[in-house]
């Protein structure tokens, strides 16, 4: 048994790593890409949205067609999308195939990364689950942090295409592995959802589309417009018909509980102002600072790499003022180091200046995700624990995917890449709109109760960690 999990950990560890490496790895290149393919910022939008959207929207219901039809299987076939769209990303002739490809590679990224845990929790023993899931968080977080400086290193000392090629021979290698390393498994046979999956995949199109387009082409425009008003409506309309389902791919019976409903909302608005004033800041820091893509992403290390050191203080910190409080401070030091970056970006700022809030948007990080992962699956409804953390993910990545296009629009509304100076316009209003946002997360925060609910008696799902000593691992950024 220990043989058989040593062998999937290998395979899903690595599989998770790269999948966990894209998600960052590339910021560094935007620049690069604008370029080589000269298009502007909206296109840059869609080449990280692309991705993100697709990765929250079929999460879910990536899931369940595994359970359905095996892990096993659905692994090899998330792990083929991935890798071959990776490889069409690499030889993209403009900027549409480019975004149509990382639309593919999210598909991928959304089937292959629930299923690195589930397959995991599964193949080890219950004694050494814990073990087992904290080298899986570890393997997690180093992806997120040494996505920008690979970003950078592949974009400065080849070209921006290899952030994408460098998936494919550790595809195909994993592929291979996989065929001989893992066991199938299945999981309860649901339902599938289509109709709720096509209405939120519509609907969040529908939305994301008016807001990147909307200053480009005037919001006022009919395209602008009619995406927004259809956006919303289809959204609705999901809402509605999630209600009525028989078996919904989002059960709105899971909100009911306050404590889990203001934990979601805090991750979705966390993501809202953390990632959309990363999109920007990769770009300032070369287009504007004038370091080489490696430079910028090694520079970011304090930022992208605290949580990896902080992440271990998370546990006694959690055991002594409790989960509420730290998710709490973690917002308070990320709401502190996105307002230094407001007050003190300038065209001309030394990198000395930015470090400190470097830092202390690096340690909010760091403190972010375990008490997160861990008041999720303490305040989720008893029947739906085996879904709380899918849901929670998804909607993190929604929260990626919006505050990426309306801190774009505030961008876009102030600035743009015609000086240095006008850049710095812009880059300084989205940054001071993120720590606004992340203001109101710190005050969402102290909405969710401070006492935890009693543990849940109900059995999870099949492939949930099932001993109460295992810690909650913690999810990639």
């Avoid at 494919?168 to 299945?186: D, N, Y």
């Avoid at 760091?366 to 709380?388: D, I, K």
């Avoid at 909650?472 to 950024?477: F, G, L, N, R, Y």
């Amino acid at each position: 048994m220990r043989h058989h999990a040593l062998k999937t950990f290998i395979v899903t560890g690595i599989a998770l790593f790269m999948v966990s490496l894209d998600n960052l790895i590339v910021t560094n290149a935007l620049p690069s890409i604008r370029k080589d393919l000269g298009t502007g910022l909206e296109a840059l939008e869609w080449t990280v949205n692309a991705y993100t959207l697709t990765f929250a929207v079929l999460l879910l219901t990536g899931a369940a067609v595994a359970d359905r039809f095996g892990r096993r299987r659905l692994f090899l076939i998330g792990l083929t999308l991935f890798t071959a769209s990776s490889a069409a990303a690499a030889l993209a002739p403009g900027i549409g195939a480019l975004i149509a490809a990382r639309a593919v590679q999210g598909a991928g990224a959304a089937i292959v990364t629930p299923l690195t845990l589930t397959m995991l929790a599964a193949a080890t023993p219950a004694n050494r689950r814990g073990q087992a899931l904290a080298a899986w968080g570890a393997m997690s977080g180093l992806g997120v942090a040494l996505g920008p400086v690979v970003g950078g290193a592949l974009t400065e000392y080849a070209t921006w295409q290899w952030i994408f090629w460098i998936n494919v021979p550790i595809g195909i290698v994993l592929l291979g592995l996989a065929r001989a390393f893992l066991t199938e498994s299945h999981g309860p046979r649901k339902p599938l959802d289509l109709v709720g999956t096509f209405l939120v995949s519509a609907g969040l199109l529908g939305i994301v589309l008016g807001l990147v387009e909307g200053n480009g082409r005037g919001w006022t425009s009919p395209l602008v417009l009619t995406a927004l008003i259809a956006g919303a409506a289809v959204l609705t309309g999901f809402l509605a018909y999630e209600l009525r389902a028989v078996n919904p791919m989002l059960p709105m019976a899971i909100f009911k509980s306050r404590g889990f409903s203001a934990v979601n909302a805090v991750a979705l608005v966390m993501s809202f102002g953390m990632f959309g004033a990363v999109f920007l800041l990769a770009q300032f820091l070369q287009g504007v600072q004038g370091m080489s893509p490696l430079e910028a992403g090694v520079r970011t290390l304090p930022w992208t790499a605290m949580p990896v050191v902080v992440a271990p203080l998370t546990a006694p910190l959690m055991a002594r003022v409790g989960p509420r409080n730290v998710l709490a401070l973690a917002l308070v030091f990320q709401t502190a180091g996105i307002a230094w970056l407001g007050a003190v970006t300038a065209a001309d700022v030394s990198y000395g200046t930015l470090l400190p809030a470097f830092v202390l948007a690096g340690i909010g990080m760091g403190l972010f995700f375990s008490p997160q992962a861990r008041l999720v699956l303490a305040f989720a409804p008893h029947e739906f624990t085996g879904l709380a953390s899918g849901v929670s993910n998804a909607l993190r990545q929604l929260g990626t995917v919006l505050g990426i296009a309306v801190l774009g629009a505030v961008f876009s509304a102030n600035g743009d890449f015609t000086s240095p100076q006008r850049f710095t316009d812009g880059l300084t209003a989205s940054v001071w709109t993120g720590a606004v946002v992340l203001g109101v997360a710190v005050v969402i925060a102290l909405v969710i109760p401070s006492r935890l609910p009693a543990p849940a008696t109900a059995p999870v799902e099949a492939g949930e960690p099932t001993d109460e000593t295992t810690p909650v691992p913690v999810e990639a950024a």
